[in-house]
């Protein structure tokens, strides 16, 4: 009877401990995704809109949701790309003059706000560019210097003006033959807007994400610092150093814009790759880089391009109109920095200063 007792005593005793053991675990596991694995990271790298994307993603699910965002961005680019045969804005362009096309209600809202931009810098930005752009051929291996005739022949058909959105219906349609617009300028903000929305829904704690020169970030960093930016020094060829200072910010998005991008030289002279809509030739004023903080990727985006054309006073005045801040970028490496951006800038090269 004694050991009948013994037996039965050990038989609790092991349930005992194997109930603890699994309660223990279950504890563990719970900590382990309440703050382990939550401040997981993963970071990825991918290619679309002929810029590398890089992902930086924080929690649970981290490698799924940032293959959810490299696929929507992709689908981005087959939607907006005027290279792309079956995008909104390829059948918009072959339909110029002639037909109003249906598009995707997101490409209404780009196209609503790359208009808007447009006419609040009075043409300074203008997404019909590409009759113009298209002759420099800059994202080619052999871009071109247009004659002056050519320039001539096709600036009239650069007028954001004869672009028309019906919002309601989601159609879009251009004046005249020969237009076309080209949203490289807002694609790649875009894209940030993209890859952010899906961070929203994901179980991910925080995320930033860099397509070519736009960032996008979410949620607050695992060690509750601010997201540190690199902004580009814009004469890193030359100098070695890649970034010439560094934005802390809480949240949103940036781009930036410089003179540095695309370039080539022909008989001595350099050309870049950000054109005035008005003339079709390279913005030359004191200018050689512009970084645009936004609460919007695309914004921040078409902002970029749109100040560094107006120039550093029209810019600003630009900026302040829609709630934004920037950095410009002199070719004289003086820097200067919205109101709002004074305590999250901070120059990291003895090369540059502060402009008086």
Not at 54 to 75: F, K
Not at 245 to 257: A, M, N, R
Request: charged share 20%; with cysteine.
């Amino acid at each position: 009877m004694k050991a009948k007792n013994n037996w039965l005593y050990s038989k609790k005793t092991v349930a005992c401990m194997s109930f603890l053991l699994l309660l223990i675990a279950v504890v563990i596991f719970w900590l382990w995704k309440q703050y382990g694995y939550r401040d997981s990271r993963y970071e990825s790298s991918s290619f679309a809109m002929g810029s590398f994307i890089q992902q930086t993603l924080y929690g649970a699910g981290a490698e799924e949701t940032a293959n959810e965002a490299a696929s929507a961005i992709t689908e981005l680019e087959n939607r907006i790309s005027w290279r792309v045969d079956t995008s909104d804005i390829a059948a918009i362009n072959d339909n110029a003059g002639s037909e109003w096309v249906e598009i995707q209600p997101e490409t209404t809202e780009l196209l609503s706000l790359c208009l808007k931009v447009a006419e609040d810098a009075e043409g300074a930005y203008d997404p019909t560019i590409l009759p113009v752009s298209r002759l420099w051929n800059f994202d080619s291996e052999d871009p071109q210097l247009p004659s002056q005739k050519d320039l001539e022949t096709y600036l009239p058909y650069v007028n954001y003006k004869n672009l028309r959105i019906d919002t309601e219906q989601n159609l879009a349609s251009l004046r005249n033959h020969y237009m076309a617009i080209d949203l490289g300028s807002a694609g790649k903000g875009a894209a940030c807007d993209t890859a952010v929305s899906i961070y929203e829904e994901s179980e991910i704690s925080c995320g930033i994400i860099a397509v070519g020169g736009s960032v996008g970030t979410f949620g607050q960093k695992p060690d509750g610092s601010l997201w540190e930016i690199a902004v580009r020094n814009p004469f890193s060829e030359t100098d070695g150093e890649t970034a010439m200072g560094v934005l802390s910010l809480e949240g949103g998005f940036l781009s930036t814009s410089g003179s540095y991008e695309k370039t080539f030289t022909k008989d001595g002279k350099t050309y870049h790759h950000l054109l005035d809509p008005k003339t079709g030739m390279p913005v030359e004023n004191n200018l050689v880089s512009v970084t645009v903080v936004s609460d919007s990727g695309a914004l921040s985006d078409i902002l970029s391009t749109a100040c560094f054309v107006l120039g550093e006073e029209k810019g600003t005045a630009l900026l302040e109109k829609y709630g934004a801040d920037g950095i410009f970028i002199r070719d004289d490496r003086t820097v200067s920095v919205t109101s709002g951006l004074k305590d999250a800038f901070q120059i990291a090269m003895e090369e540059f200063s502060y402009a008086e």
